[in-house]
């Protein structure tokens, strides 16, 4: 099994609607990520949260919130969806501690129609 | 403004050797990795620098020079499976990474 899951995997949905990505891990690690990946660009940060209680924006926060559930869950949400927002969606994750080293989910494909 | 600049392509040969650039010019520096990233998949980790010079594991080596703000990821023997992209991050003062878009690395047999 992935040590870090994310759901659901692909995902056609249309404008205005509300979109929920969840991501879990099984690593025990405190920091969590969001990030958006598009042709020609590199990975943006969209959220990160080091701990439950601790919830930081990215650099292109507008347009999405997060929820940090438990050390384990962490959720992405577009309240309104729209079609720039069509992207690959990473969820990320890396130890307290550590090099920095980020461990990623396999991918969520969003297409906002 | 911060910004890391790699190649968009690259081609190689099969059991050639590539070297893959990257600049930065970043507000601080913490380290730099470089990512592999299949199409379609998650990126996943290959090296990490943080001081000056070469660093070898297997097939894969890194080197940086944190004066030019420069660091290249060397791959030798190459195989068809290393066909993928390869990301350039710097992580920076405020212990944020900064990634580059990314080199695609074509193989040829």
């Known amino acids: 099994d992935a040590d870090v899951t994310q759901t659901p995997r692909n995902r056609i949905t249309k404008t205005g609607k509300r979109i929920m990505l969840e991501c879990s891990q099984t690593k025990g690690h405190d920091r969590m990520y969001w990030y958006r990946q598009d042709p020609g660009l590199g990975l943006r940060l969209i959220y990160y949260?080091?701990?439950?209680?601790?919830?930081n924006k990215g650099e292109i926060s507008d347009g999405y919130s997060v929820s940090r559930q438990a050390q384990a869950k962490f959720s992405l949400s577009l309240e309104s969806a729209i079609p720039n927002q069509t992207a690959l969606y990473f969820c990320a994750t890396t130890g307290e501690g550590d090099t920095g080293e980020l461990f990623f989910g396999e991918g969520s494909r969003l297409t906002v129609l | 403004g911060q910004n890391i600049d790699q190649p968009t392509e690259m081609t190689a040969t099969e059991g050639a050797i590539v070297q893959i650039n990257c600049t930065y010019q970043t507000s601080g520096f913490n380290g730099l990795f470089w990512y592999q990233q299949h199409a379609g998949e998650a990126p996943t980790f290959l090296s990490y620098?943080?001081l000056d010079g070469l660093e070898e594991k297997g097939r894969f080596s890194s080197f940086l020079s944190r004066s030019k703000g420069y660091s290249y990821l060397l791959l030798k023997e190459l195989q068809m499976k290393d066909s993928a992209s390869y990301l350039c991050a710097v992580m920076d003062s405020n212990y944020q990474l900064i990634w580059g878009a990314g080199t695609k690395l074509i193989i040829k047999p």
């Open positions: 949260s080091f701990d439950v209680k601790d919830i």
């Open positions: 620098n943080v």
